[in-house]
């Protein structure tokens, strides 16, 4: 699908005039400017029933100990009815609304209002104020990076309260987990409106808002590019970090609590989960500076895909293995354990080798060394809507020689890592697993079309020299 752009579009226009006053232009890339019937397809597809998945999930562990096909044979057997599982289902209540809100509240005041401080004594971090890369407009962003510095913060307080202070248990979070979930998706649905809202009447940069003339698709996917309030609330940075993402192993730690107070004692199982997705967690925030070069920030526009999914998606089911073993305390065998600590270890180190790659090779513009050589690089060129061309390289050294997406080898290895930590007892702690390898190989697909709009010619030269996208041989 060729790309378009709107070089000369105000900052507040109606919906009709938006939709319709489109002028072709070369330089811009990302997200499609027409929408397909499959792709409209999939996209209602996924506003209808991705928030049913979550709360299908989050259902048959509490009233069916996390068995998948408990709910559906009942309700063909005539055991129950929809209606007496909704009605056994925790509504929203007082105290998760108020817990909801102020966590939201401490995340945001922590992102604006708290520069970074870590990155002047933490060897190796980058963090405070750093630029984004060019904007298909051709803006540059810049961020104020903290979230280490409010991972840290948050956690030092979960500890002093669990062991000095006191002041609410730390299974707050399990023992209020569907009623926080309607919070949730309020905060979800709320911000992914208000988002599509701001991008057609008040947008931070009129040049990088797209709009298709289909609302579903502008809606799911978003309007604007890089939505903020005020000079450094960005909302794809906030909401993609916090606060699902510091949220995490704070869920996960509140699920070990409950597995302590339930059973007497914490499984290796458990500790296992927590550990090796505290690793991913902390490297996340460790490398917020990398992260303003992946796809969330360089190309995705947020919408409801982001916005719910960052508040929704991302909390409730990639938290799933701790979870379900609340429900289901796993003690592995050593060589059970060894094992899987291992192929998480090993699929974390391909993981950051590789992006550690890429974003050396970035920082150095190349002068650097890649597997004890100099990498060998393609020189491309693209344009964006401001007319200017832009000079940058692609790396075809270290594992970005093996395959063009190899870092997501690491990822699935990982992946697998948290779902055989459950043991094989149930099919649901494997969904993270079959989620992710869609998730990712459709990145792929997504990330690539981008790039060979964005670098034309020089994206088919990059092609030959790397054929693979993610598995050698294979794929």
Known sequence: MAAKSQPNIPKAKSLDSITNDRTASQGQ????????????????FLLLCAPFIVYYFIMACDQYSCALTGPVVDIATGRARLSDIWAKTPPITRKAAQLYTLWVTFQVLLYTSLPDFCHKFLPGYVGGIQEGAVTPAGVVNKYQ??????????????????????????????????PLLWCANILGYAVSTFAMVKGYFFPTSARDCKFTGNFFYNYMMGVEFNPRIG??????????????????TLINLSFAAKQRELHGHVTNAMVLVNVLQAIYVIDFFWNETWYLKTIDICHDHFGWYLGWGDCVWLPYLYTLQGLYLVYHPVQLSTPHAMGVLLLGLVGYYIFRVANHQKDLFRRTDGRCLIWGKKPKVIECSYMSADGQRHHSKLLVSGFWGVARHFNYVGD???SLAYCLACGGGHLLPYFYIIYMAILLTHRCLRDEHRCASKYGRDWERYTAAVPYRLLPGIF
């Open 29 to 44: 890339w990302g997200r499609a400017w027409e929408v397909d019937w499959f792709s409209l397809g999939s996209i209602i």
């Open 145 to 178: 990076i903290n979230g280490l510095q409010a991972w840290l913060l948050t956690h030092l307080l979960w500890f002093a309260n669990a062991h000095l202070l006191s002041w609410f248990s730390p299974t707050i979070i399990f023992d209020n987990w569907i």
């Open 231 to 248: 000079k450094w609330f960005d909302f794809k940075l906030f909401f993609n970090g916090r606060p699902g993402i510091v949220a995490w």
């Open 412 to 414: 699935l290895m990982g």
